[in-house]
């Protein structure tokens, strides 16, 4: 097999009318689809996703981070709809499963506060608008004669400039943007490079499928604690709670947590807060009711829940807020406009000087975030659709990857950050999607989305974070089933990884702290490698590991009784890796089942090398080695 095989396409049908061709291409028979049900999962792709769209922008250009990046909003939407598009458009027409591809949340914000860094007088600097003396105007820097760094717009008493007497501060980034697209394209090149190969394949065989599917459950739990923030049930909390209901009290986290500020904004609060996070209506009781809501028609299995569930939310919203967007409601002032880029399309820059080393870290981390980021959703969701092998992989995997691969690639040439495949794509598969077309219609209602950003973009978050919530439960409970919680060995690094995830807003992380555990608990219990076996020590790790189970037999009630198992089998799995064959079992009114317990506390652990000690429902018979 060439290192290539993985790359061809299936050969072509005999039969080449344009429906004959349209099967061959995306099997939506095959899969036991349809064309409306992949059409209805195509838009709840979208709607489920869009809101990268709005926040990509707010990230990117520095407005959550207290300055300007230099990143027009404007071409950092623009950027983000095509990228997200055409990354969409290749994962249907070459993958052909029903994902959807966006910005990658943390990396943005990575972008922004750990690569770029602000810097009084930095590149592509800005004044602050603390006053109205050239607010948000450009601004630059010179070296005066004592060494002084001297805003040149606002200048000395001498020599005053345009903007002399402002109170604003000349902010601007320590590392320019331009370098920082530069390191996404060789990201996203780099990566493509892994999957042609079929190194992406090698490296995550290379990943314990217990991680992968802990993964899975992880990002289900993350992503509910996201619809959670959105819906505004859940907020920040001084500690050392850190996070906890929405009551009328609120504040500024400063540190560990303070009482700065007093908003006001409880659960039955229904405001717009334009200004700050997440700019937006904040109406939790309204984002509950459409959780409501749609719950009742995904438990009546109604097509089109999730859509109708986010429309329901969106037109109540617009209600609440009737006033046009300019006068600051959510009703939209037009519904199309023509965009276009200003500054970011092809501005990366290859001149690093001076930044070399930060640069080519921030390239690595964009790399491994994606990387790992990319797998585990595939994972996941490989995981919700029955195809996930043995080995942890789909089928057209590295094909797929491509998609991830060429969308941060072209991320990079216009102006955003990377672009990964979403775990809201699950919602898409809830209903109903098997196969690319859903992406394909997912793709064009991005493309649609540049011009129609003014309609989209006042679907708010309110209306698409309880979709969020349901969208978790599903990728929880479709994974947590095939993880084994009764060995301590598998199920530690299992809940390492799940609880990561959400406690710190990144996958990576919950897969790294989750193989550092794996190593961790399979190496001190001689399990990590099979020469380990033979290594002092492992007898008595045989002894001290076997254990009771927590099992209670209960003669009459759960065992020795018609539909129950025999007293027989209820001691065996009480004695738990400590039972040890000694002959029939006595009956439950013997005397002598002290000494039963006495003997099988002598012997050492029954079970067999590579499996845990701490599997309180194994048992085995035979002697103990």
Not at 4 to 28: G, N, V, Y
Not at 194 to 223: D, E, K, N, Q, Y
Request: glycine share 10%; with cysteine.
């Amino acid at each position: 097999m060439g290192m290539f095989d993985h790359l061809k396409p299936p050969p072509l049908p005999e039969d080449r009318s344009f429906k004959s061709l349209f099967e061959w291409k995306f099997r939506i028979k095959e899969r036991g689809s349809s064309i409306t049900r992949e059409v209805r999962a195509g838009f709840i792709l979208f709607l489920v996703s869009v809101y990268s769209v709005l926040l990509n922008p707010v990230i990117l250009s520095g407005s959550a981070s207290g300055y300007n990046t230099g990143m027009p909003k404007t071409d950092v939407a623009l950027a983000t709809a095509i990228s997200s598009g055409a990354g969409t458009l290749t994962m249907g027409l070459v993958g052909n499963y029903p994902w959807v591809l966006g910005v990658q949340l943390g990396t943005n914000n990575y972008f922004v506060d750990s690569v770029l860094q602000q810097q009084v007088c930095g590149a592509n600097a800005f004044f602050t608008p603390a006053d109205e003396i050239c607010a948000n105007q450009p601004c630059s820097c010179s070296t005066g004669p004592d060494g002084q760094q001297i805003v040149d717009q606002i200048g000395t008493a001498e020599n005053p400039g345009p903007c002399y007497g402002t109170t604003n501060v000349c902010l601007g980034s320590k590392i320019p943007y331009q370098n920082a697209l530069a390191a996404t394209f060789l990201e996203g090149l780099v990566f493509f490079l892994i999957c042609i190969t079929g190194l992406r394949a090698v490296l995550l065989r290379r990943m314990p499928r217990s991680i992968l599917i802990a993964g899975a459950c992880g990002i289900g739990v993350f992503i509910m604690f996201v619809g959670w923030k959105g819906m505004g049930v859940v907020v920040a909390d001084k500690y050392p709670n850190l996070v906890r209901l929405n009551t009328e009290i609120q504040y500024t986290p400063s540190g560990w947590g303070s009482s700065e500020e007093q908003t006001g904004i409880g659960f039955n609060s229904c405001v717009m807060l334009l200004n700050l996070p997440p700019y937006g209506p904040v109406c939790p009781w309204l984002a509950v009711g459409g959780l409501v809501f749609t719950s009742i028609l995904m438990l009546w299995n109604i097509p089109a829940a999730f859509i109708a569930g986010t429309l329901f939310t969106t037109f109540i919203s617009w209600i609440r807020f009737p006033q046009k967007v300019s006068n600051g409601g959510l009703v939209p002032d037009k519904v199309a406009y023509a965009p276009h880029f200003t500054e970011t399309a092809g501005a990366l820059s290859f001149n690093w000087s001076g930044h070399v080393g930060t640069l080519i870290g921030a390239l690595v981390t964009f790399l491994y975030l994606d990387f790992i980021g990319s797998a585990i959703t595939f994972c996941s969701l490989g995981q919700m659709a029955g195809i996930l092998d043995e080995a942890g992989d789909i089928p057209r995997s590295n094909i797929a990857f491509i998609a991830d691969a060429l969308a941060s690639m072209l991320g990079g040439l216009l102006g955003t950050s990377a672009i990964t495949c979403y775990v809201e794509s699950a919602a898409g598969m809830r209903e109903g999607g098997r196969t690319g077309f859903a992406a394909v219609v997912c793709a064009v209602l991005f493309f649609l989305s540049s011009f129609l950003s003014p309609l989209f973009g006042q679907i708010p978050t309110i209306a698409t974070s309880p979709i969020l919530v349901l969208v978790g439960v599903l990728i929880f409970a479709s994974a947590v089933g095939d993880l084994n919680w009764e060995d301590y060995t598998e199920c530690i690094p299992a809940m390492v990884t799940i609880t990561i995830m959400p406690f710190t807003s990144n996958i990576a992380y919950g897969i790294i702290g989750g193989i550092a555990a794996y190593l961790v608990t399979k190496f001190f219990t001689y399990q990590l490698f099979s020469f380990q076996q033979s290594w002092p020590g492992v007898e008595y790790y045989k002894r001290w590991s076997a254990t009771y189970s927590m099992f209670m037999p209960y003669p009459g009630w759960n065992c020795d009784k018609e539909g129950k198992m025999s007293y027989e089998e209820a001691l065996r799995k009480a004695m738990g890796s400590k039972y040890i064959d000694a002959g029939p079992a006595p009956s439950p009114a013997a005397s002598s089942l002290p000494d039963k317990l006495d003997a099988t506390e002598k012997g050492s652990r029954t079970l067999p090398m590579g499996e845990s000690a701490h599997d309180g429902a194994a048992f085995m018979t035979g002697p103990a080695p």
